[in-house]
Protein backbone atom coordinates (compact mmCIF):
# COMPACT_ATOMS: atom_id res chain seq x y z
CA UNK A 1 0.00 0.00 0.00
CA UNK A 2 1.02 3.32 -0.79
CA UNK A 3 0.97 6.38 1.00
CA UNK A 4 -0.88 9.11 -0.37
CA UNK A 5 1.30 12.24 -1.80
CA UNK A 6 1.53 14.86 0.45
CA UNK A 7 0.11 18.37 -0.76
CA UNK A 8 3.15 20.99 -1.40
CA UNK A 9 3.58 24.28 0.49
CA UNK A 10 6.28 26.46 -1.33
CA UNK A 11 4.83 29.81 -0.31
CA UNK A 12 6.48 31.98 2.96
CA UNK A 13 2.99 33.74 3.38
CA UNK A 14 1.24 30.48 3.41
CA UNK A 15 3.95 29.09 5.62
CA UNK A 16 3.87 31.89 7.90
CA UNK A 17 0.16 31.49 7.92
CA UNK A 18 0.33 27.61 9.47
CA UNK A 19 2.72 28.97 12.00
CA UNK A 20 0.75 29.20 14.72
CA UNK A 21 0.07 26.56 17.69
CA UNK A 22 -3.18 27.11 17.60
CA UNK A 23 -3.94 26.35 13.87
CA UNK A 24 -1.29 23.72 13.57
CA UNK A 25 -3.54 21.99 16.26
CA UNK A 26 -6.52 22.63 14.14
CA UNK A 27 -5.14 21.34 10.96
CA UNK A 28 -3.27 18.50 12.45
CA UNK A 29 -7.31 17.38 13.72
CA UNK A 30 -8.68 18.19 10.51
CA UNK A 31 -6.42 16.02 8.85
CA UNK A 32 -5.57 13.38 11.27
CA UNK A 33 -9.40 12.50 11.36
CA UNK A 34 -10.61 13.52 7.88
CA UNK A 35 -13.63 15.63 9.74
CA UNK A 36 -15.99 18.29 9.24
CA UNK A 37 -16.05 20.84 12.68
CA UNK A 38 -17.79 23.53 13.48
CA UNK A 39 -15.77 26.75 15.17
CA UNK A 40 -17.44 25.89 17.97
CA UNK A 41 -16.48 22.05 18.43
CA UNK A 42 -12.97 22.65 17.20
CA UNK A 43 -12.56 25.40 20.14
CA UNK A 44 -12.43 22.85 22.73
CA UNK A 45 -9.44 20.87 20.99
CA UNK A 46 -7.39 24.20 20.43
CA UNK A 47 -8.10 25.46 23.71
CA UNK A 48 -9.68 28.80 22.63
CA UNK A 49 -13.41 30.86 22.31
CA UNK A 50 -15.35 29.85 19.54
CA UNK A 51 -14.67 33.01 17.78
CA UNK A 52 -10.61 32.92 18.17
CA UNK A 53 -10.39 29.70 16.47
CA UNK A 54 -13.02 31.08 13.89
CA UNK A 55 -10.78 33.44 13.13
CA UNK A 56 -8.18 30.72 12.79
CA UNK A 57 -10.09 28.65 10.44
CA UNK A 58 -10.78 31.49 7.79
CA UNK A 59 -7.03 32.15 7.92
CA UNK A 60 -6.02 28.86 7.21
CA UNK A 61 -9.16 28.82 4.63
CA UNK A 62 -8.30 32.06 2.84
CA UNK A 63 -4.79 29.96 1.73
CA UNK A 64 -6.57 26.91 1.03
CA UNK A 65 -5.49 24.81 3.76
CA UNK A 66 -8.79 24.42 5.46
CA UNK A 67 -12.60 24.61 3.26
CA UNK A 68 -15.83 24.58 4.14
CA UNK A 69 -17.44 21.02 4.31
CA UNK A 70 -21.49 20.99 3.21
CA UNK A 71 -23.51 21.95 5.43
CA UNK A 72 -25.28 19.51 7.96
CA UNK A 73 -28.57 21.22 7.73
CA UNK A 74 -28.21 24.62 9.62
CA UNK A 75 -27.49 26.74 7.21
CA UNK A 76 -25.83 29.56 9.62
CA UNK A 77 -23.39 26.80 10.58
CA UNK A 78 -20.37 27.27 9.12
CA UNK A 79 -18.21 23.49 9.18
CA UNK A 80 -14.93 23.12 8.16
CA UNK A 81 -12.45 20.61 7.18
CA UNK A 82 -9.05 20.12 5.89
CA UNK A 83 -8.19 20.12 2.23
CA UNK A 84 -5.52 17.59 2.42
CA UNK A 85 -4.82 14.71 4.35
CA UNK A 86 -1.08 15.84 4.69
CA UNK A 87 1.61 18.27 4.25
CA UNK A 88 5.28 19.17 2.75
CA UNK A 89 7.17 22.10 2.82
CA UNK A 90 9.18 23.02 -0.39
CA UNK A 91 10.39 26.94 0.45
CA UNK A 92 13.12 28.53 -2.49
CA UNK A 93 16.31 27.67 -1.17
CA UNK A 94 17.37 31.05 -3.00
CA UNK A 95 15.04 33.20 -1.16
CA UNK A 96 15.98 34.19 2.43
CA UNK A 97 12.54 34.69 3.33
CA UNK A 98 11.17 31.60 2.00
CA UNK A 99 13.81 29.49 4.06
CA UNK A 100 12.74 32.27 7.10
CA UNK A 101 9.27 31.00 6.89
CA UNK A 102 10.15 27.36 6.47
CA UNK A 103 12.37 27.05 9.21
CA UNK A 104 9.43 29.06 12.00
CA UNK A 105 7.20 26.33 10.33
CA UNK A 106 9.64 23.54 11.08
CA UNK A 107 10.46 24.77 14.78
CA UNK A 108 6.74 25.11 15.70
CA UNK A 109 5.98 21.54 14.70
CA UNK A 110 9.43 20.50 16.32
CA UNK A 111 8.16 22.52 19.23
CA UNK A 112 4.73 20.96 19.21
CA UNK A 113 6.81 17.56 19.06
CA UNK A 114 9.04 17.89 22.00
CA UNK A 115 6.47 19.19 24.22
CA UNK A 116 4.46 15.88 23.58
CA UNK A 117 7.75 13.65 23.71
CA UNK A 118 8.48 15.42 27.22
CA UNK A 119 4.59 15.01 28.46
CA UNK A 120 4.61 11.29 27.74
CA UNK A 121 8.07 10.82 29.67
CA UNK A 122 6.82 12.56 32.76
CA UNK A 123 3.15 11.15 32.53
CA UNK A 124 4.49 7.54 31.25
CA UNK A 125 4.55 5.79 35.02
CA UNK A 126 0.69 6.76 35.62
CA UNK A 127 -0.15 4.75 32.28
CA UNK A 128 -0.62 0.97 31.85
CA UNK A 129 2.56 -0.86 31.64
CA UNK A 130 1.17 -1.90 28.55
CA UNK A 131 1.42 1.26 26.72
CA UNK A 132 5.23 1.65 28.35
CA UNK A 133 6.35 -1.25 27.62
CA UNK A 134 4.76 -0.19 23.65
CA UNK A 135 5.91 2.94 23.16
CA UNK A 136 9.42 3.29 21.91
CA UNK A 137 12.27 6.47 22.01
CA UNK A 138 14.87 5.01 19.49
CA UNK A 139 17.93 5.91 17.49
CA UNK A 140 19.64 4.32 15.17
CA UNK A 141 22.73 5.58 12.88
CA UNK A 142 22.37 4.29 9.57
CA UNK A 143 24.49 4.33 6.26
CA UNK A 144 22.36 4.79 3.22
CA UNK A 145 22.49 6.61 -0.31
CA UNK A 146 19.79 9.49 -0.96
CA UNK A 147 17.93 6.79 -2.84
CA UNK A 148 18.30 4.53 0.03
CA UNK A 149 16.59 7.02 2.47
CA UNK A 150 13.80 7.61 -0.09
CA UNK A 151 13.21 3.58 -0.42
CA UNK A 152 12.83 3.56 3.42
CA UNK A 153 11.26 6.99 4.29
CA UNK A 154 8.61 5.28 1.51
CA UNK A 155 8.36 1.44 3.56
CA UNK A 156 8.24 3.20 6.96
CA UNK A 157 5.00 5.23 5.87
CA UNK A 158 3.76 1.88 4.36
CA UNK A 159 4.02 0.20 7.40
CA UNK A 160 1.94 3.28 9.36
CA UNK A 161 -0.57 3.82 6.09
CA UNK A 162 -2.96 1.12 7.72
CA UNK A 163 -3.35 2.30 10.97
CA UNK A 164 -4.12 6.50 10.20
CA UNK A 165 -6.65 7.90 12.44
CA UNK A 166 -8.86 8.91 9.23
CA UNK A 167 -9.07 5.40 7.87
CA UNK A 168 -9.26 3.46 11.44
CA UNK A 169 -12.20 5.85 13.24
CA UNK A 170 -15.06 4.42 13.54
CA UNK A 171 -13.59 1.03 13.09
CA UNK A 172 -10.49 0.59 15.46
CA UNK A 173 -10.20 -2.16 17.66
CA UNK A 174 -11.07 -1.98 21.67
CA UNK A 175 -8.42 -0.37 23.64
CA UNK A 176 -6.83 1.53 20.16
CA UNK A 177 -5.44 5.34 21.51
CA UNK A 178 -4.21 7.91 18.75
CA UNK A 179 -0.49 7.71 18.85
CA UNK A 180 2.19 10.32 17.53
CA UNK A 181 4.56 8.41 16.06
CA UNK A 182 7.42 10.59 14.69
CA UNK A 183 9.74 9.76 12.22
CA UNK A 184 12.98 11.60 11.25
CA UNK A 185 15.91 10.50 8.98
CA UNK A 186 18.61 13.10 7.56
CA UNK A 187 22.56 13.07 7.14
CA UNK A 188 24.75 14.14 10.45
CA UNK A 189 27.76 14.27 8.91
Do not use: C
Not at 37 to 61: D, F, I, K, N, W
Not at 132 to 153: F, G, H, K, N, P
Not at 157 to 163: G, M, Q, T
Amino acid sequence: MAYSKPTTITDPQVMRAMAHPARIEIMEHLSSTGTAVTATEMAGQVGLSPSATSYHLRELAKFGLVEQAPSRGDARERVWRSSSASWSLEADASEPEGRAAEEALVDAYLARGFARLHEWFTRQHDEPKSWRDASVLSWQIVLLTAEELRAVDAAVRDVLEPYQRRNRMGNAPPGARTVAAQWAAHPID
